[in-house]
């Protein structure tokens, strides 16, 4: 069972979400009784493999069926560290494919890397032992592998890194009373949100999203300062210009993918198949898999994991069947369609206000619900309005349009988020001058300073989160390596000569763009 397997291109990497387990460290062998320095480590989403260490966890939960848990990063793997991207190069032609993140021969050798890379291990210090049955080597050539989960990251130019991560703080983190309780900003739109910051300055280092079904994550997406994080490696004299460039310029998000985050790609990778077929029929027929994918009983395994990532990272570019980086489906997917961030950093207090102003049964009817129910809202309001559901999304699809405002997201989140943001950004001196002009009852001064503290808001909301989220990935150049080419886990012999991890013999090339290229030697 893999705790995490990952996959990546120029615009989509393998990351990291936060803080690592100060616990866990690198195996350096596994003992004879199949166990390591640390057998069990229970991660929290944001926990992530350390720039430094590219295998960090592996756990045999059970000694008698062997059933072992891994966690790599494959870029680390690879590269040495997950700043850029990484990716493997034919081990016969030395060539580059394009758009490796979706190449189905690459993402084969990707998520089995961290298994091939522990059988090394144990071969390296078992005189040449097989770690793995040759059943398991079966299990793991199919990739009938569990997904613990998987994680891919980007950069996003911003205009301010910390200013950003501030601003995501304040949209997200307020605290609300409720009944007799408390929630956040972010309960409105049903996910977690945690923010972390430095001890000394409290400036917002990174911020976490978790969005859960039930209990279960479905998907965790971070934000973060990567410069902190380099100077916390001390790595900042080991990057190039333009390695620097990128940490200075960009703000990284990691996205992950949990086991139901899996399924949750494979049910989107089933829609999109449907809409690409039937625009055109043949789309993906001489795949064997094809039948399997559409009716059969979906896993959270790698299987499931490769195909639905190839699937997903095909568009129709005019009349043509293209296959693109998976990241240009990932990205906007988690920012709009999870995060729903192109919306909130869109629309301004003005249009909130005209549309409070409509003399309009499902507008009457949005601002009347406190808490709907986010999977039936169309339904909850078409019965409170009297009116159809295609009405509901009629009106919702012209409101966007007219005010940028998506009457599926709760009103209460809009109001909230207009009456507690614009006060957190205000100055110590205006918070006074407030306090002042209410205690003398001075209404002028204090309409005065809240208005000037809603555009303040709205500005920099659509200033610096709107820029950002609405911007491309950052570009990247991809460090690809060429390695001995390790024998099939699925063919390999129980025992025989030490080998040696290939770390020394690896040739390693940052070339400028992912296009098949071959790589000199």
């Known amino acids: 069972m893999a705790r995490e397997v990952a996959r990546n291109d120029r615009r989509s990497t393998v990351g990291e979400d936060d803080a690592p387990h100060v616990r866990l460290c690198a195996p350096v062998e596994l003992s004879d009784n199949r166990g390591v320095s640390h057998p069990f480590a229970l991660l929290s989403p944001h926990h992530r493999t350390s720039n430094g260490r590219a295998v960090t966890d592996i756990d045999i939960e059970n000694v008698g069926s062997q059933r072992l848990t891994a966690e790599f990063n494959p870029t680390t793997i690879l590269a040495g560290?997950?700043?850029?991207?990484?990716?493997?190069?034919?081990?016969?032609?030395?060539?580059?494919?394009?758009?490796?993140?979706?190449?189905?021969?690459?993402?084969?050798?990707?998520?089995?890397?961290?298994?091939?890379?522990?059988?090394?291990?144990?071969?390296?210090?078992?005189?040449?032992?097989?770690?793995?049955?040759?059943?398991?080597r079966q299990v793991i050539e199919c990739g009938d592998i569990h997904v613990v989960r998987?994680?891919?990251?980007?950069?996003?130019?911003?205009?301010?890194?910390?200013?950003?991560?501030?601003?995501?703080?304040?949209?997200?983190?307020?605290?609300?009373?409720?009944?007799?309780?408390?929630?956040?900003?972010?309960?409105?739109?049903?996910?977690?949100f945690e923010y972390f910051t430095d001890p000394e300055g409290n400036e917002v280092t990174g911020v976490l999203h978790i969005k859960r079904h039930g209990k279960k994550p479905v998907y965790s997406a971070t934000f973060y300062n990567k410069v902190r994080r380099v100077a916390q490696m001390r790595q900042g004299k080991t990057l190039t210009r333009a390695e620097l460039d990128t940490v200075h310029g960009h703000v990284r998000f990691d996205i992950t993918a949990h086991s139901e985050g899996v399924l949750a790609l494979v049910a989107a990778a089933r829609q999109n198949l449907k809409r690409l077929m039937k625009r055109d029929p043949h789309a993906f027929t001489n795949n064997r898999w094809l039948e399997e994918f559409q009716n059969g009983d979906a896993q959270p395994t790698v299987w499931w994991l490769e195909r639905a990532i190839f699937v997903l990272s095909h568009f129709f570019d005019d009349q043509a069947l293209v296959r693109r980086s998976f990241g240009k489906w990932l990205i906007p997917h988690v920012l709009n369609k999870i995060l729903r961030l192109k919306i909130i950093a869109s629309f301004t207090s003005e249009a909130y206000h005209k549309l409070g102003q409509l003399d309009d049964r499902v507008a009457a009817a949005w601002r009347s619900i406190e808490t709907p129910e986010a999977e039936n809202w169309a339904d909850e309001l078409a019965a409170i309005s009297g009116r159809s559901k295609a009405t509901v999304h009629n009106r919702r699809n012209k409101w966007l349009e007219e005010f940028n405002i998506d009457i599926s997201l709760p009103h209460a989140f809009y109001r909230d988020l207009l009456f507690f943001g614009p006060n957190s950004l205000t100055?110590?001196?205006?918070?006074?001058?407030?306090?002042?002009?209410?205690?003398?009852?001075?209404?002028?001064?204090?309409?005065?300073?809240l208005q000037e503290a809603a555009k303040d808001f709205d500005r920099q909301r659509r200033k610096i989160v709107g820029a950002t989220v609405n911007s491309l990935p950052h570009i990247m150049p991809v460090k690809a390596s060429v390695a001995p080419p390790l024998k099939s886990l699925a063919t390999q012999g129980s025992g025989g000569q030490v080998r040696r991890l290939p770390v020394g013999d690896r040739r390693q090339q940052t070339l400028g763009d992912s296009r098949k290229r071959r790589l000199l030697p």
């Open 150 to 192: 998987a994680q891919w990251a980007s950069y996003l130019p911003t205009p301010d890194v910390p200013r950003f991560l501030q601003l995501m703080t304040i949209i997200n983190a307020q605290t609300i009373a409720q009944g007799s309780g408390v929630i956040k900003l972010a309960t409105h739109l049903g996910f977690e």
């Open 81 to 136: 560290n997950n700043l850029y991207p990484a990716t493997i190069a034919d081990s016969e032609t030395g060539e580059l494919y394009d758009w490796s993140s979706s190449v189905p021969k690459v993402l084969k050798r990707m998520l089995r890397l961290g298994f091939e890379i522990l059988e090394q291990f144990h071969q390296h210090s078992n005189l040449g032992a097989a770690l793995f049955s040759i059943n398991a």
């Open 427 to 449: 100055s110590p001196e205006a918070r006074s001058a407030l306090t002042a002009s209410v205690r003398d009852g001075d209404g002028e001064a204090s309409i005065q300073i």
